[in-house]
């Protein structure tokens, strides 16, 4: 539990090695719980800016592990990082504030079953933890059969 409380939320921002010395368009991949606007805050950028030097349209969405491009002409990377992990710092001390993990269990996965089903009808437990938890896996294309690690969570007890 310990671990995954406090790793690191989200890959730092990398610049293309082929890349001018003096570039300031770096690549993010994005993460669970992100959106553009997140990310146009964070680079001091308007989501317009965003969609443009990424080339996605107005409908466009982004999903989790997409490799996006941020122009860091009006923010350091640093600077925009430090923004990032205090976002999923709160989100996830927020979860732990209220829940805590029981166990851990084991489960294969089945033919047409879903990380959403898995996240939130079977365990009711946020896609980010069970990420955290299978860190080594590809959590967007697992394979049937293929073990995963579930956190079982239980409500912490405010009385106590």
Known sequence: ESINRNRAAFKPVTFSPEAKSNSRIGTITVDFDE?????????????????????????????????????????????????????????????????????LTIKSVKKGETLWEMCNDNYTIPLWLLSSYNSDKDIRSLSIGEPIVIPVIIPKNKNA
Not at 45 to 64: C, D, F, Q, T, Y
Not at 80 to 103: A, L, P, T, V
Request: glycine share 4%; charged share 35%.
């Open 35 to 103: 959106t553009l606007s997140h990310y146009a805050e964070w680079s001091r950028l308007s989501v317009r800016e965003l969609r443009k030097i990424n080339r996605i349209g107005r409908r466009g969405r982004i999903a989790v592990n997409d490799k996006l491009r941020l122009s860091f002409a009006k923010t350091l990377p640093y600077k925009f990082d430090e923004k990032r992990q205090e976002y999923h710092k709160g989100i996830q001390e927020d979860f732990f504030n209220n829940f805590e993990i029981s166990k």
